[in-house]
């Protein structure tokens, strides 16, 4: 059940992600083979990953419990992440969205993925 409720989180960032950046997600990286917005998507994927992790590790002896938990930390982490990313926008010069869709490889998509992976480990350190 863990599997599932990870796997779920883990397609709800990947969504926050397509909403975050201009176009199709999908079509930014597996067909136009961008490199930025994989970067960007990994992150978050890694990043959910985690937290889910260390909610799982972390849970309570309830299944009940733990597994609400695991949820409740996944939302929280994705809404992180969201705020992350909206912050850095609104720190930096132009739209991060378009910056992720340009073909070339663009600091700011590192800048980017760094950021959605800090918001994850700070929701893995409230977890633990």
Not at 17 to 42: C, E, H, Q
Not at 62 to 79: C, K, N
Not at 92 to 114: F, N, Q, W, Y
């Amino acid at each position: 059940m863990f599997g599932l409720v990870g796997i779920g989180l883990m397609a709800v960032g990947f969504l926050l992600v397509d909403l975050l950046t201009p176009g199709k997600l999908r079509d930014l990286i597996w067909v136009d083979r961008n490199p930025n917005a994989a970067l960007l998507l990994s992150a978050n994927q890694l990043g959910i990953a985690l937290i889910v992790f260390t909610a799982i590790f972390t849970s309570y002896d309830e299944f009940g419990r733990g597994l609400a938990s695991t949820v409740i930390f996944g939302l929280l982490g994705i809404a992180v992440m969201a705020m992350a990313f909206l912050v850095l926008d609104w720190m930096t010069p132009g739209k991060l969205g378009e910056v992720i869709c340009t073909p070339d490889r663009h600091p700011g998509a590192m800048v980017s993925a760094a950021s959605h992976f800090g918001a994850a480990l700070i929701v893995c350190a409230c977890i633990a």
